[in-house]
């Protein structure tokens, strides 16, 4: 903490409180915009710049006289990258904070930067320091949408979760669906009703056939997927099973070859304007669909920004990213809890190859 609150003192100097320097004020952010995985890091790319350059015609992209302005880097795939261009951002680019990271190992290593880190991811990594925030969908609004919308919205009875029990946040949203499941069973068919999901391991080489089979005999009402998209996308290509499908992890590369419901911290909703504007401008300005990455990025970078001029001084924006509540984001109104992650609203929708379609919006708990 120290560390940063010393380098921040650096960038945000004199003229952030006296308003009388006009040298830039920059944010760095880190993703892979190159390559056959480039395709999230180039739409949050899209997403930062629109909020720019909106921020720039509202005037309101400064603090005090110096203009705010955000460095890219590429971390071409390779996640050890990460680390050395979060240290070159903060070090040789003297960027004040990061944004980025779609998987906790990402944003372990731009935590080693030393400056505060904005991720879209919905948990913050364990171990995580409090230069950390996450403003994605948190994991347990996450697994109650999906057990809400599987009971109430589907009829689901009974449920089956397959667990890839190596991956820390799949037994984390396993644990958490099997919970919420039974609350919201008990709380529509009764007491006699209710019973525990059946857990199913996956092992490091699953037997998809196998598990077929099994789940064939099992005649859940649902089945939750609580692991890596590429082994859902390795089940899928090959399953019959006909029982309501839902998958829970990260959808940053999910292909779903036959319909599949997640959750999304994002979409274009009828019902909130701002998302319905957001997306007509991101189709007319890169003429192309803007997702959830793009979303994310566009939101945190003004939510960084709306810090960084409530702070003004190095000292206190940490405190003023605390202070972050109400803030008026495309899905609505978002604040952060005392653990740094992000209270907002979350979205059940159908995915189909990459396209989800919103179904039902959940509004967040506490």
């Not at 099973?241 to 909703?269: I, K, M, N, W």
Request: include cysteine; proline fraction near 4%.
């Amino acid at each position: 903490m120290r560390i940063s609150l010393l380098f921040l003192v650096s960038v945000l100097a004199a003229g952030c409180s006296s308003g009388q320097s006009s040298q830039p004020i920059y944010l760095g952010h880190v993703a892979t915009t190159s390559g056959p995985d480039r395709a999230v890091g180039e739409q949050e790319v899209l997403g930062i710049r629109l909020a720019i350059e909106e921020l720039a015609r509202e005037g309101i992209n400064r603090v005090g006289e110096r203009p705010i302005f955000v460095k890219h880097a590429d971390a071409h795939g390779d996640e050890s990258a990460w680390e050395s261009e979060a240290v070159r951002l903060v070090s040789v680019g003297r960027v004040a904070a990061l944004y980025g990271g779609n998987t906790a190992g990402e944003v372990q290593r731009l935590e080693r930067g030393r400056a505060p880190v904005l991720t879209p991811l919905g948990t913050r990594p364990r171990g995580s320091s409090d230069l950390v925030f996450g403003i994605g969908a948190p994991l347990a609004d996450e697994a109650y949408a999906l057990a809400r919308f599987a009971v109430f919205e589907k009829d689901a009875r009974s449920a089956a979760i397959l667990v890839d029990e190596r991956r820390e946040e799949a037994r984390a949203l396993a644990d958490a669906f099997a919970d919420e499941f039974q609350k919201a069973a008990l709380e529509k068919h009764g007491k006699d009703s209710v019973t525990k999901p059946e857990r199913i391991s996956l092992d490091k080489e699953p037997d998809w056939k196998a598990l077929e089979q099994r789940l064939g005999v099992l005649k859940n009402s649902v089945v939750l997927f609580a692991g890596s998209s590429q082994d859902f996308g390795d089940w899928r290509k090959g399953s019959s099973v006909e029982q309501l499908v839902l998958f829970g992890g990260d959808v940053t590369s999910l292909r779903a070859t036959v319909p599949a419901f997640v959750v999304s911290a994002f979409a274009v909703h009828k019902e909130l304007p701002k998302t319905e504007t957001f997306a007509k401008k991101f189709r007319e300005t890169f003429k192309e669909e803007p997702t959830v990455h793009a979303a994310l990025a566009y939101d945190g970078v003004r939510i960084l920004i709306d810090a960084m001029r409530r702070a003004q001084s190095s000292e206190k924006l940490l405190d003023e990213m605390r202070q972050t509540k109400e803030f008026a984001g495309l899905t609505g109104p978002v604040s952060f809890g005392a653990d740094q992650q992000m209270r907002r609203p979350v979205f059940v929708g159908r995915v189909t190859g990459s396209v989800f379609t919103s179904v039902k919006k959940y509004d967040p708990r506490n």
